[in-house]
């Protein structure tokens, strides 16, 4: 026998599956903001954490040489070739990160990396070499507390 469906039970569906769709788009682009706001998150994890390795080897050939002077005794020709080389990566990285920086890395972060820059330029035209060592030793390690700090707030504020 032929059963009739009443409006009723017409409208009943049609809003089941409008709330269905509707639910599962939701649910979709709720997926979707957090998958890019993690990834998002990770890029500048990333972005800290070069930041801080290209400043460790900034300062790992700072210290060699400070104490080279201090102690009277030539560096290891090995070592040396091999913290030159991290060194000029280092400042590679550091000058892409204030070129690009601002893209990952928050405003003040990027606004302390060019201080460090500008500072260290400044005291690298000191006459006496061991105390330009040094004062840049001191800024490396000044500037290494900050960008852990500022990289802490910025990574913090995105959970």
Avoid: P
Avoid at 19 to 39: N, P
Avoid at 56 to 82: C, G, P, Q
Avoid at 136 to 151: D, F, H, Q, R, T
Wanted: charged letters at 35%; glycine letters at 4%.
């Amino acid at each position: 026998m032929g059963e009739h469906i009443s409006l009723g039970q017409i409208a009943t569906v049609i809003i089941a599956g409008l709330i269905a769709l509707l639910s599962a788009k939701y649910t979709a682009d709720r997926a979707l903001k957090k998958f890019r706001s993690e990834k998002w998150w990770v890029k500048k994890v990333e972005a800290y954490t070069d930041i801080l390795e290209a400043l460790h080897h900034e300062k790992a050939i700072t210290y060699e040489f400070l104490e080279s002077i201090k102690n009277k005794r030539e560096v290891n020709e090995e070592l040396e070739d091999k913290l030159r080389e991290n060194a000029i990566h280092a400042r590679e990285q550091l000058s892409l990160f204030i070129d690009i920086g601002g893209f990952y890395i928050s405003d003040e972060a990027l606004k302390h990396l060019k201080a460090h820059k500008t500072n260290i330029t400044t005291i690298q035209k000191e006459q006496d070499e061991m105390i330009a060592l040094s004062k840049e030793l001191s800024a490396i390690g000044k500037c290494i507390e900050k960008m852990i700090e500022l990289a802490k707030s910025d990574l913090k504020s995105e959970e």
